[in-house]
């Protein structure tokens, strides 16, 4: 089970470097983070976007383009997410990085039923934080993409984070189903799809797992909580994966453990064809760099 992010890194140091696509890749932040995986030999980029921006950009890093870097040039926001798409899509790149443009465009490219690169089911976004003062990772799901999924589009997205806590090496993942309380409301509809996504669990739907719910963050998170509240199950005060009722407080929540908590963030989104980085055109190199090694421990061999 990975445990940090140095862990990831470790792993992703015994295999090959994978193809990557970085779709609008004139961005200083998404360039500094594909400069440094490639370095580390966890990549191998092929640029869409503004030529000339890209060059300058590069230079500046003291990272001048050479006859082997691949460069594909694109004009506006729409052509450089079509272009990097059906680059994954023909099979040349192995996971696909956003840069600078908007994560909307570039799904939208992803997603299309003609040109895209989704494998039919629901697919959803994952924040993996690394949070100093909690003792392993903590998934977050969907902060990024379904904006208020009903009990199937949660059932989905269940899934994807259980079956990708598990690619990680994690033989039985503890989920919680997020609400403000902890007790079956009728009027609180998140409350009625938790009891009903645990209910699945224990019938064996998700496969190997604990799934809690309906659970409260303090509960979920902290083991003291729990026990003064008399709430016993495996999963409190030990959560891997926190599945929030809707994308603001999935996105509430990954931003205050990054920001305010002082956490390490990564992102992706699961359920296309290959791994992708969505990560917000503001964020760090650094987070750009963790998205970028999660992706890369996902992807397959490089072709």
């Known amino acids: 089970m990975i445990n940090r992010f140095s862990q ?6 015994q295999s090959e470097p ?3 696509v970085v779709a609008a890749a004139h961005d200083e932040h998404t360039l500094q983070a594909v400069f440094q995986a490639q370095s580390d030999g966890l990549i191998r980029p092929i640029l869409v976007g503004h030529r000339d921006e890209i060059s300058d950009i590069a230079r500046h890093l003291g990272h001048p383009l050479t006859a082997e870097d691949i460069l594909i040039p694109a004009e506006d926001d729409w052509d450089c997410a079509v272009k990097s798409v059906a680059l994954i899509r023909s099979g040349k790149g192995q996971m696909l990085i956003k840069g600078m443009l908007q994560t909307g465009v570039l799904l939208k490219a992803a997603v299309d039923s003609e040109s895209g690169i989704c494998t039919g089911g629901l697919m959803s976004h994952v924040a993996i934080l690394d949070v100093p003062s909690y003792h392993k990772l903590l998934f977050i799901t969907d902060g990024g993409m379904n904006i208020a999924p009903d009990l199937a589009q949660k059932r989905s997205i269940l899934k994807n984070a259980l079956d990708f806590c598990r690619f990680l090496g994690y033989e039985q993942p503890k989920a919680a189903v ?3 309380v902890e007790s079956v409301n009728l009027h609180m509809q998140e409350t009625l799809d938790a009891a ?3 209910a699945e669990a224990l019938d064996g739907a998700f496969g190997p797992c604990l799934v809690e719910g309906p659970i409260s963050l ?3 998170t902290d083991p003291e909580a729990a026990a003064i509240k008399g709430y016993h199950s495996p999963v409190a005060g030990d959560a891997d994966i926190l599945l929030a009722p809707s994308i603001a407080a999935g996105n509430l929540l ?3 453990l990054y920001g305010l908590a002082g956490g390490r963030m990564a992102g992706v989104v699961l359920g296309a064809s290959v791994p992708i980085t969505v990560n917000s055109r ?3 190199p650094e987070e750009k760099y963790h998205s970028i090694l999660i992706c890369s421990t996902m992807s397959g061999p490089t072709a």
């Open 18 to 20: 994978r193809t990557a």
């Open 178 to 180: 997020l609400c403000a």
């Open 254 to 256: 990954g931003k205050a």
């Open 196 to 198: 009903a996504l645990k």
């Open 8 to 13: 990831l890194k470790q792993l992703c140091s």
């Open 218 to 220: 303090d509960l979920a």
């Open 282 to 284: 503001g964020a760090s």
